[in-house]
């Protein structure tokens, strides 16, 4: 029988969804005792490498999150890993950034900071979504679903991707008044939001939810301090934020904890569990990660005629 190993940690549904949707499969938790032999699919966020290494009867690895610059691809073992690409998990971050979006463009912070000095203040919102410009850096495949979120309700949208974009990216940050960080983190994107887009955002805002490590922190900060309106931060360099960081404290910055775009098994399962049918039938899924060099594993069959 087939065995699939799960990093779900003290996560049940996990392990309930997936053995709902894999019936032939023999589904345990990685924290559970388990012959690592007998292991023929991972699914997982992050398992030590030493366990992988240990499978050798593995034939693929499935992530549990859309994200996998966490993952050192040379170090894994040489088997297909297909990414997770769950359009409700999409749908969560594009929400997310939309109340962010409305609580800005509508001056709800405006409001609240002038409620202690009972300062009556409608003027200070003159902004209709149409004039209101959001835009997404890093427009991939969930940063399309928060265009069109708010596009659908009126805002003015603008994607910028290294593949596609109609304007230089100091052009992209200073047309913009909210600003959502998408991209993906890889070697030419570390620290790639620095003073210089932060300036030409002017009196914007940031909202980070895609790798911290894609904002220069202390640009970030200088931005803060002067014009920059608010940021928004769901990601960070160092993972839980430290509490020691000047960015908890700052009165321009929210904090919220890794939770823009939740990893639901009810939706996520049935994903995975059709990246793995097509696995066993010999194709690779779409959402396959290239990985650099030839996979030396074998190739998918050639379809039948
Ligand atoms: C979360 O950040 C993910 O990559 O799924």
Redesign the pocket.
Known sequence: MNMLLVDSGEDDSWIEELTRCLPDFDVRSSVGDVDLAEVTHVAMWRLPDEQLAAMPNLEAICTM???FDHLDLDALPDVPIVR?VDPA?ANDIALYVLSWVIHFQRGLDRFIANQPSATWRGDVVTVFQRDYSVGVFGSGAIGQVVLDTCAHHGYATLGWSRSNHDRPLNQFFTDCDLVVDLVPLSSATRGVIGAGELAALGDGVLINVGRGATVDTDALLGALDGDLRAAVLD?FDVEPLPANSPLWSHDKVTVTP?IA?R?DPTTAAPIIAASIAELRSGSLPAATIQRSGMLKHRSPKAPSA
């Open positions: 999150g859309a994200g997770l998990m990601v890794h775009g990893s």
